[in-house]
């Protein structure tokens, strides 16, 4: 059989395909994804060692070494190599910080306070409980930047409201999916965080990038929700008994909203002003979201160990398949795996730029079916990237010395990324709401609910992809081209 599929591929080809191969296999038997891609490392560090003889010997400083003289010097350049750039990475402090401030935000009761003030506002409305859901996750997406959490956050919070009202469970169960999806995209994700490090490219630069594509997606959201309340209003009927909305609501909504609000503002515009690097802005608005939790009375040690202790298990799980994926990689490398792929995905279209991008974004949906995004941003976007910088993309650059197509790619991945954990039947915002879901709401009314918001999410994509300006316009503007 080997020597069958021997004809056909090389050695190395096999090799990188039987990586992946059982990787995927690996993940659906159960194995944690940091223990699967280390363990399918040494596998094949063996594998070379013991049976190959084109490889034996040429791994012997991953497996083989003592403690002492040249060989442990060895071992301490390889260690460097693999893990010294992760530990140092002053970008990806970044990430804890803001990992912090979005939960501080949710578990202090700032969000819920949000939510409760805004339902108040646009009571009186039909649809206006579907309009607060995606407003208020246009918020907790530009303050968590996680998906699980924004969902949960929002099923929790608006779903027994919006089952009081009579909502259609299609429509509640998918507006509620669709706005907690918003947080991949809307900075300062940190998705686009780990992005930045993999691709090598200013972290300013990509939430410059994915601003206007984010508030596009969500205006859409809002354009839709409007639209079907005028067609299909016993959908989403208006409450049978309104009150008016006086002064003391607009009070309680401007003093619930505008803090968050100009915590995120002060984040990002000191980012986008240049007067803080992302690095520094992530710790003042870790600060800033604990001020809010201390004035909005919900400030405990209970709350702040739950909240340290939540942003440790998360920043620590990302940095664990960072380390795991950067050592699967070293390996994949030596099999010449990165110029395999490089060459295939090329050869996919005959080198066409822009059929190869849309390809690579297929491979990127249908990922993440299997994957959490983290893993596709640290396994699958290094190996991506000489593909798309070797591609003539005429996308317009912005004076620095990022090349834009990668940014304009980097968003692209990310609204893909978006659309796929919307799509049933396995998208993963789905499973994360049908677990705070009441008895009554099935995987079907969440299936059928988020099918147009797809839809949006496509029609989005394919602007995006076709208008790129609408990426690279706001960088140029803030470098003054």
């Not at 490089?342 to 059929?355: I, K, Q, R, S, T």
């Amino acid at each position: 059989m080997l020597s069958f599929i021997g004809q056909f591929l090389t050695l190395n080809e096999i090799a990188v395909i039987f990586m992946f191969g059982g990787f995927i296999v690996m993940l659906f038997r159960g194995v944690p994804v940091a223990m699967a891609l280390v363990g399918i490392s040494l596998i094949f560090v063996i594998i070379a060692e013991t049976f190959l003889d084109p490889f034996r010997g040429t791994f012997r400083d991953v497996i083989e070494f003592d403690r002492t003289g040249i060989e442990y010097q060895k071992l301490l350049a390889l260690s460097g190599r693999l893990f010294g750039n992760i530990v140092k990475n002053p970008v990806l402090v970044a990430l804890p910080m803001f990992i912090f401030m979005g939960l501080m935000l949710d578990q202090s009761g700032v969000a819920l306070r949000m939510m409760q003030s805004m339902q108040k506002l646009f009571r009186g409305l039909r649809g206006g409980l579907s309009l607060t859901v995606l407003l208020i996750g246009i918020i907790l997406a530009a303050s968590t930047g996680v998906i699980g959490a924004s969902v949960t956050l929002l099923g929790v919070m608006a779903l027994p409201q919006m089952m009081n009202q009579n909502y259609s469970k299609p429509i509640a169960t998918g507006t509620i999916a669709s706005a907690g999806t918003l947080g991949i995209l809307i900075p300062p994700s940190i998705m686009l965080v780990i992005m930045s490090d993999q691709l090598a490219i200013s972290l300013g630069d990509l939430f410059m990038g994915a601003l206007f594509p984010g508030l596009l997606l969500g205006a859409l959201y809002i354009v839709f929700i409007v639209i079907y309340g005028l067609i299909n209003p016993k959908a989403m009927p208006a409450p049978e008994k309104s009150e008016h909305v006086g002064w003391p609501v607009v009070r309680e909504v401007i003093l619930a909203v505008v803090p968050p609000m100009l915590l995120i503002l002060l984040v990002l515009g000191s980012i986008f002003a240049g007067f803080a690097t992302p690095t520094e802005a992530s710790g003042l608005g870790a600060l800033g979201a604990t001020l809010l939790a201390l004035a909005n009375r919900k400030l405990d040690l209970k709350v702040l160990a739950a909240v340290s202790r939540s942003t440790l298990n998360t920043a620590g799980y990302i940095v664990g398949i960072f380390l795991a994926a950067n050592f699967f990689a070293f390996i994949l490398r030596r099999y010449g795996g990165d110029e395999i792929i490089e060459h295939m995905v090329l050869n996919a279209f005959d080198g066409h730029p822009y059929w190869t991008v849309a390809f690579i974004l297929f491979i990127v949906f249908l990922l993440g079916f299997l994957l959490d995004w983290i893993e596709i941003t640290i396994i699958i976007m290094p190996l991506m990237l000489p593909v798309i910088l070797s591609l003539d993309l005429a996308v317009n650059g912005f004076g620095t010395v990022n090349d834009p197509s990668v940014v304009w790619f980097a968003i692209l991945v990310a609204v893909t990324l978006q659309t796929s954990f919307l799509t049933p039947p396995v998208g993963f915002a789905l499973f994360y709401l049908k677990g705070v879901c009441p008895p009554g709401v099935t995987l079907g009314h969440i299936y059928r609910g988020v099918i147009p918001f797809v839809m949006l999410q496509i029609l989005g994509l394919a602007i995006v992809f076709f208008y790129p300006a609408l990426v690279t316009w706001l960088p140029a503007y803030a470098y003054g081209n």
